[in-house]
């Protein structure tokens, strides 16, 4: 039972550790997705020349997917939409300065065009093969997304990582990527990496990665990224089950030794090698074969391949691809080769079954007993039938006779197949094993030493019948005077051909051979030879110079042999007898093998007709798969079209749906913000009135203090003409080391400025991180307290509640002062920076001025000086010359140096403008951040959204696909009320018409009114009587308000018939007075107690009405929106209510937006006659000036309800 309930313990951890992962992603998502909004500038259109691409990322160039892409762009190039767009990044002074060359901004609608300065690069993050085909097409511009070059580095790497038209990445790069974020640890890109593969690749590369070894030897290649397009996950499967771990990482290693000495095992030029170089030297041979040499030292030293390194490296790497032995390996080659090791595996499966842990060579190994075997050699097998050997330890016994039964397998796979499998064109087996084959397979690994189950089962089957023809013992040919073998031939399954013309020289002394040739081509037997070396490598040690020829012959052979060699010894004039029987044999063996292989030559050609029909057949009903499959996505991409168009459709009417009734709102909201603007234009004509005093002092006080700085430049000048030449150039020396030592100095205050500076910012960033924390405790602590408020009495929870109003009003207050004392501080900061840089305008102005002025006194002294020296030493001209030389050289010099200063006085000043910048900067981050929080919570927010609504989505795309039928009955039903709204929608557009008309008149009546208004506040003389004439007016223009009211409703008022003009006045008057003692009644005087009589008559009257109504009110878009309505409500009910919303972490404010508690909402809201009650979240409560005003509007609006009402019921008395 307990460990039952262990088990369910654990279980609900990990489900708790997952969904707490998948948490973080979400979370990291959001925060992600927020950024990219934040660093997003703006789409413009760029031309070609300014984009720039960074070496060999993403993806280096791929000419088949460059050729793909011109195809496309010549059937419809749409640089414009957005999957097309390509995105880049670029600092915020790079981009205002393009944006001020261009006169445009980059989030302008229409995608404006940006012009950069000569020779500026905007980096791409990718995009490269759309680029480069646009190029050779000859456009001039594509579409880009800017964002900041600081953006988040995650954000970059999603960038980076998008393929929109791209080519999809392969095998090689989704290893790579998945390698490369584990070992950053970075969980949630390695998990988007991973989602690229199907389940079968999962499930391969899954099984990959439980083998370490092999792991590691592939994450040894991640450095040079070439080598990847070869890579195939999906095999990894066929691979680890065929249990040759060993010879695959013999193989691994042997691709990084090679293309390691290439460059020098350099981790970095290793990156610089591209798919195209590895396509071009895979499977060459440049060290035996001339052709390939000649083939490739014209593309590496050309550039063509190792377009990266420079001219001197290619030359290094041309010699050392000259060294390597044997064929370049690739990981595309290893895998190409895989069907010819799992051959040879499937012939060493029949000797030894090896355990689930081991390799096929580990049970070899194993099985190895030594058995038959001298001390000190070991037998080597030179044909079929003779055996020769060599010294050996017992180690390299075994490890030679598991490499003999490799070779043994090499020259006999196709007589010994596992399992009967589809017949190929290429030498693979077609048949059951040969029975013969296998006897003498399990003979040559006893012979070598070798025990096993397996080994003596195969002892049972029949010897051949007669012995076999010893094969020739000549060394094969590795070079051809030909073509030799092609490029694509030399790797994998080998044809029929060459596997029977290599057949006789499979034998370890052949292949372990060092001796090398050159020549035109190579042959077949260097192709396997190199696939032996790669996968095998070479023994430690073979003395093939000591091998000694043994009379060890099988079968009938070996009986001959012996009777030959007693018939010699005993009867030597039998010698010619014996000569001549065994030529005649020797002519019999040679007829039967020449049988064999013309029977054997039929059976193929037999086997190649019908393996021909198969393929012939098989290609056929492929062909027919592939229409039907061409058929089939034509069809479903035409139905995506049509779905596509149809969401577009029903996507431009909602747009428009929406567009037209937040017109309708906008139209509402500027006429309420009419009266607004007019008291705001007022408060601003005073503000302009006092700055423009304010300029215009300062003003005056720099004119002053420009004049008195050009008055004592004057006087200076005047002092400074008196004094020598000489004397002024040492001061110019004295000045221009003091200028340096200045600079020097405050180079170094402005280091450490910026240094305290940083630290302040930092200081400042962990008090805002402690205060926020603070914040968050506060807050569980106020609602915890809010709870226990719940329990206490209603008179206690009213003052707590008034006590933090006016304390909110207090804080609110001095905010406001603060922010008026930081506005002047902010302008009288502008305006020193201004006078200071006029300043320093006319400081430089004035030091121009005066050395041009030294510089023509200067020049003018010197030609007098040249004038005398010519009268006066005429006979000596070269001399002048030469002082002439000196002379110029030292102005040039003096002017180099005034080049100098003026160089390091504008590095100063950009230096402060740049100090300047960076303080902006830092005050915008901090606001910035402000905004991020609330944006990522709004995301956050967005995100649960979109997934709700993504899962019903799901939800009813599966229902309409099991009701077709139903769906187009619906979208005929759905025309049909489309038809309908249109009329209806005809039908608002007339009322509103006529609505707006009604209003245009209520426009002009209140314009009248307005100037009776200006006219009565004229004639009043003291400020009572302006009041009372203003109530009066005030009440008139509601009066009439009523009845415009009453005209838009259909019921316009009628004229009495038995009333005068007279009495209408009076009745008018009447009303007015009714309608001052019910403001009276409903707006309290500035200090009254709205609690008071008032207050206490709407709740006595509340209290007997029975269908009192309250409206719960929320913010939206800047309009408070109903959010609920309780209809025949009292305190018990309103007070439930209010409890839920402050739940919620929302917080109850009265019209006035002053804070409510539950408990005393519902007598505040009946006391102040509005009935409603404002929400607000308690994350987004900021009142600000804006806020206060809709919330006084709401209660304004609510209590001219109670007025218009009352009014109606006065009119219908009257």
Not at 1147 to 1169: H, K, S, W
Request: proline share 2%; aromatic share 6%.
């Amino acid at each position: 039972m307990s460990e039952d309930i262990m088990y369910l313990f654990s279980i609900l951890h990990r489900a708790k550790r997952v969904e707490m992962w998948r948490t973080q992603i979400l979370e990291e998502e959001s925060r992600i997705e927020a950024e990219k909004r934040i660093k997003y500038k703006g789409t413009a259109r760029i031309r070609l020349k300014w984009l720039h691409f960074q070496w060999n990322r993403p993806r280096e160039l791929d000419g088949k997917n460059v050729e793909r892409l011109k195809a496309d762009f010549r059937k419809d190039c749409r640089r414009l939409d957005e999957h097309n767009h390509i995105p880049a990044v670029i600092d915020q002074q790079s981009l205002n300065a393009a944006e001020e060359l261009s006169g445009v901004l980059a989030r302008q609608l229409g995608y404006p065009e940006l012009v950069f300065p000569a020779g500026y690069q905007v980096e791409c993050l990718h995009g490269r093969h759309r680029i480069q085909a646009a190029k050779e097409l000859g456009l001039e511009w594509w579409t880009v997304d800017l964002y900041l070059a600081d953006v988040d580095p995650d954000v970059r790497i999603c960038l980076v990582e998008e393929y929109a038209n791209e080519k999809k990445p392969n095998d090689g790069e989704i290893y790579r990527k998945i390698r490369h974020y584990h070992f950053q640890q970075n969980l949630r890109f390695e998990w988007r990496w991973w989602s690229r593969l199907k389940d079968h690749g999962k499930r391969c590369l899954k099984q990959l990665l439980g083998h370490k070894e092999l792991t590691a030897a592939l994450d040894a290649l991640r450095a040079i990224p070439g080598l990847w397009g070869g890579m195939r996950l999906h095999t990894w499967n066929t691979i680890l089950a065929m249990k040759c771990d060993d010879v695959i990482l013999h193989y691994l290693y042997h691709i990084g030794d090679v293309w390691g000495k290439l460059l020098l095992h350099d981790a970095s030029a290793m990156q610089y090698v591209d798919e195209v170089t590895v396509s071009a030297l895979e499977l060459r041979a440049p060290r035996v074969c001339t052709r390939d040499a000649d083939d490739l030292r014209g593309q590496v030293l050309g550039g063509i391949i190792f377009s990266a390194f420079s001219e001197q490296d290619r030359v290094g790497i041309w010699a050392r691809l000259q060294a390597v032995d044997g064929l370049i390996p690739s990981l595309s080659a290893l895998f190409k080769n895989l069907n010819y090791l799992k051959a040879l595996v499937d012939c060493m499966m029949r000797l030894v079954t090896p355990p689930p842990d081991d390799t096929v060579s580990t049970a070899l190994f194993n099985a190895f007993s030594d058995t038959n075997q001298r001390a000190d050699r070991a037998v080597l097998q030179v044909t079929e039938s003779s055996f020769s050997s060599s010294p050996a330890t017992s180690a390299e016994r075994a490890d030679l006779g598991v490499r003999q039964l490799y070779a043994y397998a090499m020259r006999h796979y196709l007589q010994m197949p596992r399992d009967l499998k589809r017949k190929e064109l290429l030498a693979r087996h077609t048949t059951n094993a040969d029975r013969t084959v296998l006897r003498e397979f399990a003979d040559l690994a006893e012979r070598l030493g070798f025990e096993s189950p397996e080994i003596t089962a195969l002892k049972e089957h029949p010897r051949a019948r007669g012995a076999r023809n010893p094969s020739e013992n000549s060394k094969p040919l590795l070079v051809t005077d030909g073509a030799g073998v092609k490029k694509k031939r030399r790797c994998g399954l080998p044809s029929i051909e060459e596997y029977v013309e290599d057949r006789e020289s499979l034998f370890i002394h052949h292949l372990h051979n060092l001796d090398e040739e050159q020549g035109e081509g190579i042959t077949s037997f260097f192709v396997r030879k190199s696939i032996y070396s790669a996968f095998f490598g070479k023994p430690s040690s073979l003395p093939l110079g000591e091998l000694h020829p043994r009379d060890v012959a099988t079968g009938e052979g070996q009986e001959l042999e012996r009777q030959e060699r007693e018939r010699q010894e005993q009867l030597a004039w039998q010698e010619q007898l014996a000569r001549q029987e065994q030529e005649r044999q020797k002519r019999a063996r040679q007829e039967r093998a020449k049988q064999e292989q013309l029977a054997w030559q039929e059976q193929l050609a037999r086997q190649e007709q019908e393996k021909q029909e198969r393929a012939r057949q098989e290609r056929a009903k492929q062909e027919q798969l592939a229409k039907q499959e061409q058929e089939k996505q034509e069809r479903a991409k035409q139905e995506q079209l049509a779905r596509q168009e149809q969401e577009k459709q029903e996507r431009a009417r909602q747009e428009q749906l929406a567009w037209q009734e937040q017109e309708k709102q906008e139209r509402a909201r500027q006429e309420q913000l009419a009266w607004q603007e007019q008291l705001a234009r007022q408060e601003q004509l005073v503000r302009q009135e006092q700055e423009k005093q304010e300029r215009a002092r300062q003003e005056q006080l720099a004119r002053q203090e420009q004049e008195r700085q050009e008055r004592a430049r004057q006087e200076q000048l005047a002092r400074q003409e008196q004094e020598r030449q000489e004397r002024a150039r040492q001061e110019q020396l004295a000045r221009q080391e003091q200028e340096r030592q200045e600079r020097a100095k405050q180079e170094q205050l402005a280091r450490q400025e910026q240094e305290k500076q940083e630290r302040a910012r930092q200081e400042q960033l962990a008090w805002q991180e402690q205060e926020k924390q603070e914040r968050a405790r506060q807050e569980r602590a106020k609602q915890e307290q809010l709870a226990r408020q719940e329990q206490e009495k209603q008179e206690r929870a009213r003052q707590e509640q008034l006590a933090r109003q006016e304390q909110e009003k207090q804080e609110r207050a001095r905010q406001e002062q603060l922010a008026w004392q930081e506005q002047l501080a902010r302008q009288e900061q502008l305006a020193r920076q201004e006078q200071l840089a006029r300043q320093e305008q006319e400081r430089q102005k004035r030091a121009r001025q005066e050395r041009a002025k030294q510089e023509q006194l200067a020049w003018q002294e010197q030609l007098a000086r040249q004038e005398q020296e010519k009268q006066e030493r005429a006979r000596q001209e070269r001399a002048k010359q030469e002082q002439l030389a000196k002379q110029e050289q030292e102005r040039q010099e003096r002017a180099k140096q005034e080049q100098l200063a003026r160089q390091e006085q504008e590095k100063q000043e950009r230096a402060r403008q740049e100090q300047l910048a960076w303080q902006e900067q830092e005050k915008q981050e901090r606001a910035r951040q402000e905004q991020l929080a609330w944006q990522e919570q709004l995301a956050r927010q967005e995100q649960l959204a979109r997934q709700e609504q993504l899962a019903r989505q799901e939800q009813e795309r599966q229902e309409r696909a099991r009701q077709e039928r139903a769906k187009q009955e619906q979208l005929a039903r759905q025309e049909q009320l489309e038809r309908q709204e249109r009329a209806r929608q005809e039908l608002e557009r007339q009322e509103q018409e006529r609505q707006e008309q009604l209003e245009m008149q209520e426009r002009q009546e209140l314009e009248r009114q307005e100037l009776e208004i200006q006219k009565l506040q004229k004639q009043a003389q003291d400020g009572r009587d302006q009041e009372e004439k203003a109530k009066r007016i005030q009440a008139r223009k509601r009066l009439q308000r009523l009845k415009l009211k009453k005209i838009r409703r259909g019921k316009p008022g009628e004229r009495r018939q038995n009333l005068t003009l007279e009495d209408e006045r009076r009745l008018e008057d009447q009303q007015i007075d009714e309608l001052l003692d019910i403001d009276q009644d409903i707006d309290p005087e500035p200090g009254e107690d709205i609690h008071a009589e008032s207050s206490g008559a709407r709740l006595e009257e509340a209290s007997n009405n029975t269908t009192v109504r309250i409206n719960f009110k929320i913010r939206d878009g800047g309009i408070w929106k109903p959010a609920q309505t309780v209809e025949r409500s009292d305190s018990s009910q309103i007070e439930k209510v209010a409890m839920n919303w402050v739940r919620g972490k929302w917080r109850l404010f009265n019209t006035e937006l002053r804070m409510l508690a539950p408990q005393q909402c519902y007598d505040a809201v009946i006391a102040d006659g509005t009935y409603t009650i404002l929400l607000m979240r308690e994350s987004e409560i900021d009142i600000d000036y804006e806020l206060l005003l809709s919330a006084m509007e709401i209660g304004s609006k609510e209590r001219s309800k109670v007025v218009d009402s009352k009014l109606e019921d006065l009119d219908e008395i009257s």
